[in-house]
């Protein structure tokens, strides 16, 4: 699911916020600050304001593997049995780092104001459904 900007959605499950809660106007710093809990109903709708995508990173093992591999697929069948051979290798030896680095989702974050006035930020897409 890929939630829009403007869309409007809803909590697809209970949420229970939990944290310090500083009084406004005082620095972060203070010793005044006290525990606070929220609770969000499943359903509570909402609009999307933001959506961020969060790109996996690619190592140095998966890039290696993405330039042998392409070596290999186009120039491959032109080389000595013994590099293609050892090409193979490495190749071969890369592609459990490959497989990894491909069952990574990518992370998609939203930014959503809740009809109670109520903003969530950075909320995995999955919190919320389409209303």
């Known amino acids: 699911m890929t939630l829009n900007v ?8 209970d949420l ?6 500083i009084p406004a106007g ?17 359903g ?5 304001e933001r959506v961020d995508e969060h790109h996996r990173q690619q190592n140095h093992e998966v890039r290696e593997y993405l ?4 070596l290999l697929d186009d120039f491959g069948h032109q080389m000595p049995s013994a ?9 071969g030896a890369l592609e459990e780092q490959w497989a990894a680095y491909q069952r990574q989702m990518l992370r998609v974050t939203v930014r959503v104001r809740l009809d109670n ?3 969530l930020d950075d909320a995995p897409e999955e919190t919320f459904a389409p209303a």
């Open 117 to 119: 006035g109520f903003v």
């Open 67 to 70: 330039r042998l591999k392409s």
């Open 26 to 42: 005082e620095p972060s710093d203070e010793t005044s600050t006290f525990a606070a809990s929220l609770a969000l109903a499943e």
């Open 16 to 21: 229970r916020l939990a944290g310090s809660v």
């Open 44 to 48: 509570i709708e909402g609009t999307v």
């Open 83 to 91: 590099s293609r051979r050892q090409l193979d290798e490495q190749v």
């Open 6 to 13: 403007g869309q409007r959605v809803r909590l697809a499950a």
